[in-house]
């Protein structure tokens, strides 16, 4: 049986109609229940605005059914205007313990994007729990000096910006704040000044930095577990793939580890 149910946005009435007759196929299976509840209540509101609107519901509101899906984890965007129903989580990343928050207090008054984290969240996956604490500020590069004068003057000790190798490993036997810079159009949360899961599959695979505080050997298993618990946007992960020249390498890599089909599987 062909577990995923995919379906578009583009003719709702038909759409659904198929969607509820595969339904019946997954109904049983006790974790996806409640998604294909929520979601045809969802589509039910989006037939309910066609009906009212006559077919003139603004893209807007459209756009915005459409991102509470994702949001909940109840569908993943495979490509444009192609969904699949999945029964994973969105990841969100937790600041509670990771000595973030005070770093973004001193950044509250700056006006343009960034993203903080603590190297310390990849312990969700590996074996060798990092131990030290490295804060990382991904900011674009024409801001990072600012980045660094903000914390400078509020004390702030042990920053590098844009560091090599070499420089990393000088320091390594402190807690550092690394300042580095942000790739365009990355998939972040702005809101929440982090990144997205797709941006972490992706920079796992492809950063140097990063891949000097967990061993490589590692990250099968790593993608492995992202995988198995988190619903991935396949077509904004494409796409960062393909603005960083990577995606025939990546896939060749999840190839390699029987890992091709594990993406938002079920």
Excluded at 11 to 32: D, G
Aim: hydrophobic residues 40%.
């Amino acid at each position: 049986m062909n577990r995923n149910i995919y379906f578009s946005f583009y003719i709702l009435n038909n759409y659904v109609i198929i969607l509820l007759q595969n339904c019946q196929n997954v109904k049983k299976m006790a974790k996806m229940q409640k998604k294909v509840i929520a979601l045809k209540n969802y589509l039910s509101k989006i037939e309910l605005y066609e009906q009212n609107e006559k077919n003139t519901m603004s893209p807007r509101t459209k756009a915005l059914l459409i991102k509470k899906l994702i949001e909940k984890g109840i569908i993943a965007k495979v490509e444009n205007d192609k969904y699949k129903l999945v029964n994973k989580k969105k990841y969100h990343i937790y600041r509670d313990y990771d000595g973030t928050i005070e770093y973004i207090n001193l950044l509250n008054n700056v006006k343009f994007d960034y993203i903080i984290y603590n190297i310390t969240f990849l312990n969700e996956w590996l074996n060798q729990l990092i131990g030290k604490n490295t804060i990382f500020i991904e900011v674009d590069k024409k801001y990072m000096n600012s980045i660094y004068d903000i914390l400078l003057d509020n004390d702030c000790k042990n920053i590098l910006i844009n560091p090599s190798l070499e420089e990393i490993d000088k320091y390594s036997s402190s807690d550092l704040i690394i300042i580095k810079p942000l790739f365009t159009r990355s998939p972040i949360n702005r809101k929440e000044k982090s990144f997205e899961i797709e941006k972490v599959i992706v920079d796992l695979f492809a950063d140097n930095i990063l891949r000097k505080f967990y061993s490589t050997s590692e990250l099968p298993d790593i993608y492995r577990q992202i995988f198995k618990t988190y619903a991935i946007d396949e077509f904004s992960l494409n796409a960062y793939l393909s603005r960083r020249n990577l995606k025939d390498r990546f896939y060749e890599f999840l190839k390699n580890n029987n890992l091709e089909d594990k993406i938002n599987d079920w």
